[in-house]
């Protein structure tokens, strides 16, 4: 089947901008996750849904950072007033578990979208 | 805190082996995962250890100690194509797991 998708690959925004990033994750996968991912460096942990619950928020970088999934499925990234240091690659994960346990819980990536802030 | 400590680049030579090590200090810990990505790509998953041991698939064989936080990826018969960056990353046991990745090891094989 299809993997995760995510729309549109490359942005550029002008600084001020609002910007909304799409993923649409493996269909019947419960976990959905956001990273940021900055030139060299590892994913940065974002926010977490499980379903259409949004249980972990901890890792937004502000309050111009807001994230949705309303149905449990399709999910979108929303950055307000976009500054230069929002410039990254956003990657979306999404996962079959929900629950604890001796699990495999392997995210499995969409290519990202490319972020470039002017 | 929560950190984690990687190498930042190793070079090894075509068809030797080399391993990558991964320390950890996690607020809580239910598995840990090695991904590797290309560059311009999407990580892909390699391993997952939650009990101490060593786990081994084909070529690449991942080793977890809990009570030092220690794991290693070790990579056998290198080849061109495992040039890339290889992530080490735990999950969490509060809720959501969130799951906190390393800086990656950018590992060069050269011929």
């Known amino acids: 089947g299809a993997g995760v998708s995510q729309s549109p690959r490359y942005k550029v925004a002008k600084r001020g901008q609002d910007v909304a990033l799409r993923c649409d994750p493996i269909?019947?996968?419960?976990?959905l996750f956001w990273y940021q991912q900055a030139l060299g460096q590892g994913p940065e942990f974002l926010t977490y849904?499980?379903?259409?619950?949004?249980?972990?928020k901890s890792g937004l970088p502000s309050d111009r950072f807001f994230a949705e999934r309303p149905e449990g499925s399709v999910s979108t990234l929303k950055i307000q007033r976009t500054q230069q240091e929002d410039s990254a690659v956003y990657l979306c994960?999404?996962?079959?578990?929900?629950?604890?346990?001796?699990?495999?819980?392997?995210?499995?990536f969409g290519p990202g979208t490319r972020l470039t802030v002017t | 805190g929560q950190n984690i400590d990687q190498p930042t680049e190793m070079t090894a030579t075509e068809g030797a082996i080399v391993q990558i090590n991964c320390t950890y200090q996690?607020?809580?810990?239910?598995?840990l995962f090695w991904y590797q990505q290309h560059a311009g790509e999407a990580p892909t998953f390699l391993s997952y250890?939650?009990?101490?041991g060593l786990e081994e698939k084909g070529r690449f064989s991942s080793f977890l100690s809990r009570s030092k936080g220690y794991s290693y990826l070790l990579l056998k018969e290198l080849q061109m194509k495992d040039s890339a960056s290889y992530l080490c990353?735990?999950?969490?046991?509060?809720?959501?797991?969130?799951?906190?990745f390393g800086a990656g090891t950018r590992l060069f094989v050269k011929a």
């Open positions: 250890n939650v009990l101490d």
């Open positions: 996690t607020s809580g810990f239910n598995g």
């Open positions: 269909s019947g996968h419960v976990s």
């Open positions: 849904f499980q379903n259409e619950a949004q249980l972990d």
């Open positions: 990353a735990v999950r969490g046991n509060t809720g959501g797991f969130k799951t906190i």
């Open positions: 994960a999404s996962s079959p578990s929900d629950s604890g346990g001796l699990y495999n819980y392997e995210q499995y």
